[in-house]
């Protein structure tokens, strides 16, 4: 019984803790609320699903400043960021 719920617990939170990384999926708002760390993740799958290689830091730091300008103004919280005008 023991071991089931802690499967469930493990199955429900995920191993690492973290959330479930969704790229260009991701909300605005769940974006907003992430950390760097997680954002830069976030945006690395992002463009990698759009097929362009790895991003710099240039890149990274640009994309970023495009998703949290159109979240703040154009975008609502259930936007996805893929939606923000991006290289």
Do not use: W
């Not at 997680?38 to 240039?58: C, F, H, V």
């Amino acid at each position: 019984m023991l071991a089931t719920a802690l499967t469930a617990t493990a199955l429900l939170t995920g191993c690492s803790g973290t959330v479930l990384n969704k790229g260009g999926d991701t909300t605005c708002q769940d974006f907003a609320a992430a950390d760097e760390k997680t954002q830069n993740e976030t945006l690395n799958k992002m463009l990698k699903d759009e097929g362009k290689n790895a991003p710099s830091n240039i890149e990274l730091s640009a994309t970023r400043a495009a998703v949290v300008g159109y979240c703040k103004t154009l975008g609502s919280p259930d936007t996805p960021i893929s939606k923000a005008p991006h290289l």
